[in-house]
Nanobody, 118 residues
Framework: QVRLVESGGGLVQPGGSLSISCAAS????????MGWYRQAPGKQRELVAL?????NYADSVKGRFIISRDNVKNTVSLQMNSLKPEDTAVYYC??????????????WGQGTQVTVSS
């Protein structure tokens, strides 16, 4: 079973920066995609950034956030810069596994709270 643990969340002022990390344990394969999602109160969980077979960012965070993955340590981090109040959400780490002919598996961490407020 894949286990994901996020850390690094906290309270940040608008315009500030914060880095959050995800440590993965269990069987993680190089072809697994790893990414960050977030969910604000009353909203659906949305993709923030994804790495694996390329790097993708939500339009709302392009130019501000940077995702990085260490395949040796099995970690994925998200450097968040120029934070805005609308970035406030619980941020979740995700591992997405798409097996050819074997279906799809998704694994999630418990989340870390990021609050952007003055």
């Amino acid at each position: 079973q894949v286990r994901l643990v996020e850390s690094g969340g906290g309270l940040v002022q608008p315009g500030g920066s914060l880095s959050i990390s995800c440590a993965a344990s269990g069987s993680i394969f190089p072809f697994d995609a790893m990414g960050w999602y977030r969910q604000a109160p009353g909203k659906q969980r949305e993709l923030v950034a994804l790495t694996g077979g390329g790097t993708n960012y939500a339009d709302s965070v392009k130019g501000r956030f940077i995702i990085s993955r260490d395949n040796v340590k099995n970690t994925v981090s998200l450097q968040m810069n120029s934070l805005k109040p609308e970035d406030t959400a619980v941020y979740y780490c995700n591992v997405h596994r798409a097996w050819t002919g074997r279906g799809i598996n998704d694994y999630w961490g418990q989340g870390t709270q990021v609050t952007v407020s003055s």
